[in-house]
């Protein structure tokens, strides 16, 4: 089973700021969340990670709660290129010898223009 | 550029033909992995390697077989493909640490 949860799908209107939640109530102190996105049937592209701080960078900024069970990838300026399915994963660091990776099934993000 | 290659990136073939599909990444990552897409199933993990000569199941190993015997290549190998192995096929590479995965563009797999 997934080790997150998100909402099926979202709408967001262009230009307005996109938030898309995830929860993971049950990250280990070494995982990490990672965020990708896959548009239409291409290869999933990173978007951005985090352990335990605020991150941010060209694409998208990342708010990771305190207790680290949940967080939200914020894009700031939807386009319609931004449509597209966005998964959040877990991920363990490379200190450990098990690295196997689970992806759920995603957020259908709809940018409305 | 850096990328993560596959190939074929379509292929229809026969119930117990064997294939091969390729996964190149020319960015001397040590993580390699193999994914699979199904519709309403998301990706879920085929076999994944930490560097050569170690790999390691995923989630849904049963019917597949993978070989790390160069850093950059990382073959899916399926002996007698199944109907039920319809499916599109992503690898994907990471370095060590808490890296990104690079994916490759997909290989879209149909069995008669």
């Known amino acids: 089973d997934a080790k997150t949860t998100q909402p099926p799908s979202m709408d967001c209107a262009e230009g307005r700021a996109a938030n898309l939640p995830c929860n993971h109530s049950t990250i280990s102190g070494n995982e990490y969340v990672y965020w990708y996105r896959q548009i239409h049937s291409q290869g999933p592209q990173y978007i951005i990670h985090?352990?335990?701080n605020n991150e941010t960078n060209e694409m998208a900024s990342l708010i990771i709660t305190e207790d680290r069970k949940s967080s939200t990838l914020i894009l700031p300026h939807a386009t319609l290129r931004d449509t597209a399915v966005y998964y959040c994963i877990v991920r363990v660091g490379w200190e450990t010898s098990y690295d196997k990776v689970i992806f759920g099934p995603g957020t259908s993000l709809s940018v409305i223009p | 550029e850096a990328q993560v290659t596959q190939n074929p990136r379509y292929l229809i073939t026969v119930t117990g033909k064997k294939l091969t599909v390729t996964c190149s990444q020319n960015?001397?990552?040590?993580?390699m992995s193999w994914y699979r897409q199904d519709p309403g199933l998301g990706l879920r993990q085929i076999y994944y390697s930490m560097n050569v000569e170690v790999t390691d199941k995923g989630d849904v190993p049963e019917g597949y077989k993978v070989s790390r015997k160069e850093k950059r290549n990382f073959p899916l190998i399926l002996e007698s493909p199944s109907p039920n192995q319809t499916s599109l096929y992503f690898c994907?590479?990471?370095?060590?640490?808490?890296?990104?995965?690079?994916f490759g563009p997909g290989t879209r797999l149909t069995v008669l």
């Open positions: 960015m001397n990552h040590e993580y």
């Open positions: 994907a590479s990471s370095s060590g640490g808490a890296g990104e995965q690079f």
């Open positions: 985090g352990l335990k």
